[in-house]
């Protein structure tokens, strides 16, 4: 599949640009199709094409559904939104450019990084819809540098004031693809490259397919937060056939932040990730670090993660997100020269994870207010319990375990069976409870097992 993919994208990691041309033909009895350019769409790369594509999606709606196609070329567009009954199909030769211009971007009530706020549209929205579908085997470009360089300069003035944790939401950036309050959707096909922000975001939404996506978001530059596909709150969602090249977490679960996501207290449930691969990202698959609402039943299979990514598997949150991770199975992962194999912390980037208001500040949003608010200890310090991990094969790693959590809340039932680790230093693990090792060779420089403190009931390893 990928390398068919990456062949029919054209991008050798450094062009950008869309195949061949696309014609799209409904067998008999089909949904009604309808061309973006009858009502006015240019694609010339100059024209901006969001009302007349958005009105075609309206249309297709209106009447109960169909399909929208465009002709070969370039769309320059902001926001559009697919309503229920309705496919995009953006076919080969199609470019969807996302215009640079913010004010493109309407905003709505969403969730950002685990807190619910108003947050400018994607390019590409599902929003409150059932039975949406956006595919083909175009380009979605979400031409992001501007949004970037945008967060860098907020960086450079937020950071000496001990702001680090606010920037990330005061710096509007719009997602690329964003499935909201959603059911019955499919994302499927397409190449997904420079996003302004997180670029595929599925939130409070059920039964929704993403699938044969190829996404380059390191087109000129590394964005920050430039998450290939992010799952939020939602149940019944499949990922598969995904190849991902990004500058944050490549995959990530995520159920709400702090205070906000344990008022909201909605789990990410049912998740299926199956034979994709990781290229370049921060991490290859992530949990966390907004797990207020809790993970329960997720499972990742098929899984290749490769250099230069240095962090394979991450279970990350902190003192106040709280939340119960449970029933993550792992199984059947590559990993080649990957620097840290696994890694749980609990206590993951203070200067973002815990927010103060410094007291010279006296007006400020109601999302500040929302980060802000004390959680006790007990409510706040998240839990992760029954973790299956098998058929793991690591080639040059450098450190495989970095796991840790808090004393009153041991990392408790961990299996882990049939790993081939060719690694430097098997790592340590901390505050571990009733892990099992069975048929595993981690093979070490120094010929030892991982350090092991703070544990009991850890077993089936070699000593350290």
Partial sequence: MHRRTLLRLGLSGAALTASPAFAHSPGQGGPRTLNASDFGAVGDGVAIDTRPIQRAIDVAAGQGGGDVVLNPGVYL??????????????????????????????????????IEMDWPAGLLNVYQQRGAKITGEGLVDGDGKVFWDSY???????????????????????????????????????????????????????????????????????GPSTDGIDIDSSERVLVENCDL???????????????DGLRVARPCREVRIKDCV??????????????????????????RIEYPVPLGIFFKSGSTRGGTISNIRIRDVFMQDVATLMRVNL??????????????????????????????????????????????????????????????????????????????????????????????????LDGKGPRVTDSTGVTGLRPA
């Fill in 152 to 222: 860098w300069a907020m960086r450079r003035d937020y950071d000496p004031r001990d702001l680090r944790w606010a920037a990330d939401y005061d710096c509007r950036r719009p997602r690329l693809i964003h499935i909201y309050d959603s059911q019955d959707v499919e994302v499927s096909g397409l190449n997904l490259a420079r996003s302004g922000f997180w670029t595929v975001h599925v939130c409070y939404s059920k039964d929704v397919k993403v699938s044969d996506l190829i996404v380059r978001n390191n087109l000129g530059g590394r």
């Fill in 245 to 259: 090249s990004v500058n944050d977490d490549a995959i990530c679960i995520k159920a709400g932040r702090d205070w």
């Fill in 77 to 114: 567009c902001g926001s559009l939104f697919v309503k229920s009954g309705v496919t995009l199909i953006i076919g080969r030769g199609v470019t969807i450019k996302g215009l640079r211009d913010l004010n493109a971007y309407p905003t709505v009530r969403t969730r950002v990084a685990g």
């Fill in 278 to 303: 990781v290229r370049d990202a921060l991490a290859g698959m992530t949990f966390g670090s907004e797990t207020s609402g809790g993970f329960e039943d997720i499972e990742v299979s098929g899984l």
């Fill in 347 to 444: 206590n993951w980037y203070p200067n973002y994870s815990y927010a103060r208001i410094p007291p010279e500040i006296t007006e400020y949003p109601d999302y500040w207010r929302a980060l802000a608010t004390p959680v006790e200890r007990e409510r706040g310090i998240p839990r992760i319990h029954n973790v299956r991990v098998s058929d793991v094969k690591v080639i040059g790693g450098k450190v495989g375990f970095e796991a840790a959590a808090y004393p009153e809340a041991p990392l408790t039932d961990f299996a882990f069976e049939r790993l081939d680790w060719d690694v430097r230093d098997a790592g340590t693990i901390a505050n571990a409870r009733d892990w099992r090792f069975t048929d595993c060779n981690i093979d070490t």
